[in-house]
């Protein structure tokens, strides 16, 4: 019997999504001695749920499986999701795949090659320190860096982060990290060498995934399946270590294949009583329906990441005195420039996808500001630079085209093994228009509305990525690249219809769909995380992001988690110090 | 409507992989590296349990620990619900699609298979265009890719679990 079980109750918590932020409330309240019941929507290939928890083997190095039969999901069959740019597009222009974050035990922690840097002082302050921007909605955070650092530095302990202290624009920490840097891929000894000449500062990436055997899971062995695929032999440890930790404890317990649907309430609506859930792991009835099943806990936590959180409330009409569930969404602004060099890099079948990144267009210089001013706008942000390349031959050769052309051109393999890409994860102003709602007609497999994206970027990711692609197009060059090509995701201009892309943002970076404020007027979450009009729901994931940074959210938003978990139980970390 | 290829269905669908997705001297055509055996494999998915939709992991034995692919991983409920759909969608693709390029495709003058193809439906074209590029480099358990010689013809490894790559593999080729 669960701890939470003997005042009738199913268990303290609940949680819904086991991807990184539910994974990280479910070990810091199972460690606090709370029980919590982990709610997964999709499958579970990622480890035995009996002692002692021993990886069950599905994942390989397979490009088949992972990249073209949904093998993470969701499968767009069961659950289709719609994308607009705006209304303009009428009620949608793509409906599929949209931001398919995996759903599978562990979320999109077993896909992601794990790149987890932390944000900077400035990005928890960015109203404060540079002032807004016109038709954006630039906001200071509720919390500073320093109330985060120490729930940063417990993060990257827990799913266990390789890193050096040599990037000059990091914000300070309060210990160096767990690991040191895994081997630099050739192909990024090249491009960061040619970044060097170029004034800018490339830095090895900080990356969750073990250089060293770590807490008892072994050295990442740079098999080149990284990015988009789960680690067999667990180097990766986000989600994974978190979870087992969980598991252990004897607090936890995972129902894989467990769509919730709705939040149970009292009937003033002032607090969440549970949930209700299709049983996706019955057949179905007769009627072509899942059972639906029902579990009651004194605290629900949120975590099915920054889509499927505000399709939750919006369904269930919970959480939105404010208005603003589902809208402020981010996307990072993707610029990606591409170029192939003379020699093999291996980089797309070797080692870890990216394994260096420069932070030099973030704060920019004279001639971004310059750049900025020139368009009207009182500053831009760029992102963080990602150096690396990571494609299959499948997905080569589907770029690569029919025809005659094609035995040679794989070959040759100018779109992988000589392949090298910049990805900028460019920083995405929040805009209220932006936003995850109800699709009109759309639905999934259980009748259920299907999410929709409404997106289009503000005029200051289009300036900041046309100042940056000439820069990262030169350090290509200098690389040696024989060609080079830059482009966006989203796509913008006369051609977009043809990116290999797609239309909609390619990115799996989504944020600020239930931000945090001090204020429950324009705010969907208190400084805590908690849900303002139901203050027993706490969201753990990125939708609570007020800002998206120009950094990859996974490291803070399990920090956040950690955070939320631990002021929930009354355990919360001491303030840290720089060392 | 029966579940996947005839032998003549086969036949003409390896003659259309080999005009999308050509060889050379050096490289196999899709088609005669086991494309339409990949595309059989995956419209008779449901002729085993488990469907052979997902192999297993996480090894394939090639370099190190036990050959695991042939153990495919079993789809939940809903899940063969979607594949169920999507390769009876498939099944009535393919036979539609291949009756409609003539029964004596394969036997065709090369200039009259390249009309038959030009004629075909965009999103036949399409869809054989990908499992082509699928069956000439994922993984021999699929059914394509015989003998490796796609990868081969690429110089590409393929899986390299467990054994992986050095780091002198990874830092300096």
Redesign the interface.
């Known amino acids: 019997m669960m701890h939470g079980a003997v005042d009738g109750v199913d268990a303290d918590a609940i949680i819904i999504g086991s991807g990184p932020g539910g994974a990280a409330v479910a070990h810091a309240l199972t460690q606090a001695g709370w029980s919590v019941i982990l709610l997964e929507k999709g499958?579970n290939?990622l480890l035995s749920l009996q002692a002692p928890f021993a990886?069950l083997?599905?994942?390989?190095?397979?490009?088949?499986?992972f990249t073209?039969?949904h093998?993470l999901?969701p499968?767009p069959?069961?659950e289709p999701r719609t994308f607009r740019r705006s209304s303009e597009d009428g009620d949608r222009i793509l409906t599929g795949e949209v931001n398919n974050l995996p759903s599978t035990l562990g979320g999109g922690g077993v896909h992601a090659d794990g790149k987890l840097p932390r944000f900077r002082e400035i990005d928890f302050q960015l109203l404060s320190e540079l002032g807004p921007v016109e038709g954006a909605d630039i906001a200071d955070w509720p919390l500073s860096y320093a109330d985060l650092e120490p729930y940063y530095a417990e993060a990257e302990k827990l799913v266990g982060v390789a890193g050096e202290e040599t990037n000059p624009f990091a914000a300070w920490r309060s210990g160096p990290f767990p690991m040191p840097p895994g081997?630099?891929?050739?192909g990024a000894?090249i491009s960061s060498a040619a970044a060097e000449r170029a004034g800018l500062h490339p830095y090895r990436a900080p990356t969750g995934v073990n250089s060293v055997e770590y807490q008892g899971r072994p050295a990442?062995?740079?098999?080149?399946?990284c990015a988009f695929y789960g680690c067999?032999?667990e180097a990766k440890g986000d989600p994974v270590s978190m979870l087992r930790a969980a598991l252990a404890t004897g607090r936890c317990q995972i129902i894989p294949?467990a769509y919730a649907t709705e939040i149970t309430t009292d009937p003033a609506k002032n607090r969440a009583t549970g949930v209700r859930y299709l049983d996706?792991?019955?057949?179905?009835t007769a009627q072509g329906e899942?059972p639906v099943r029902e579990l009651r806990s004194h605290h629900l936590v949120l975590a099915g990441g920054a889509f499927e959180t505000p399709r939750l409330l919006l369904r269930n009409e919970l959480g939105n005195s404010s208005g603003r569930v589902g809208q402020h969404l981010m996307f990072h602004f993707q610029t990606l420039v591409v170029g192939a060099v003379r020699e093999?890099l291996?980089g797309a079948?070797?080692?870890r996808s990216v394994t260096h990144l420069h932070d030099d267009h973030i704060d920019g210089d004279q001639a971004s500001r310059a750049a900025a001013h020139a368009a009207g706008l009182p500053w831009i942000r760029g992102g963080i630079v990602e150096h690396g390349s990571s494609t299959?031959?499948?997905n080569?050769?589907?770029l690569q085209g029919?025809?005659?052309h094609?035995?040679?051109a794989?070959?040759n393999?100018e779109l992988r093994e000589r392949l090298w890409v910049f990805t900028m994860q460019g920083e995405d102003l929040s805009q209220r228009t932006n936003r995850v709602d109800l699709d009109p007609t759309v639905r999934d497999?259980w009748g259920l509305a299907a999410g929709r994206v409404t997106y289009q970027p503000h005029q200051h990711e289009l300036v900041t990525s046309n100042h940056v692609a000439p820069i990262l197009e030169g350090v290509m060059r200098d690389s040696g690249a024989v060609w080079t090509a830059a482009s966006t995701s989203p796509p913008v201009g006369d051609h977009a219809g043809t990116s290999p892309l797609g239309l909609a943002p390619a990115t799996y970076h989504i944020m600020g769909t239930a931000k945090m404020g001090f204020d429950p007027l324009n705010s969907v979450v208190d400084p805590t995380g908690r849900l303002w009009d139901l203050p027993n729901v706490i969201i753990a994931d990125s939708s609570v992001f007020p800002t998206s940074a120009g950094y990859g959210p996974t490291l803070t938003l399990v920090a956040l988690a950690t955070r939320a978990a631990r002021l929930l139980t009354g355990n919360p970390l001491a303030q840290s110090q720089p060392t | 409507m029966s579940a996947g290829l005839t032998p003549l269905q086969a036949r003409n669908l390896i003659a259309l992989m080999n005009q999308l997705v050509p060889g050379d001297e050096l490289s196999p055509a899709a088609g005669d590296s086991g494309g339409a055996d990949y595309v059989n494999g995956l419209l008779t998915a449901f002729d085993f349990d488990p469907p052979h939709i997902w192999a297993g992991g996480p090894f394939s034995g090639r370099h190190g620990g036990a050959a695991s692919f042939e153990n495919w991983i079993a789809l939940a409920p809903w899940e063969l619900v979607a594949w169920r759909s999507r390769i009876e969608d498939l099944n009535a693709q393919y036979h539609t699609g291949l009756d409609s390029l003539g029964a004596e495709f394969a036997e065709m003058p090369a200039d009259a298979q390249t009309e038959a193809v030009a004629a075909a439906s965009d999103g036949f074209r399409e869809l054989v265009f990908t499992h082509a590029c699928e069956a000439l480099y994922g993984d021999p358990v699929y059914g394509g890719n015989r003998k490796m010689s796609g990868w081969l013809a690429i110089d590409y490894r393929g899986d390299s679990q467990p054994s992986g790559y050095s780091d002198q593999e990874v830092s300096a080729p």
């Open positions: 499958q290939h990886p083997g599905h994942f390989s190095n397979d490009e088949i499986k073209q039969r093998f999901g499968d069959l069961l081997v630099d891929m050739f000894q990442c062995n740079n098999c080149g399946f067999p032999i294949l996706l792991s019955a057949a179905p899942a093999r291996w079948s070797r080692g299959g031959p499948v080569e050769a589907l029919a025809g005659a094609h035995p040679l794989m070959r393999s497999a």
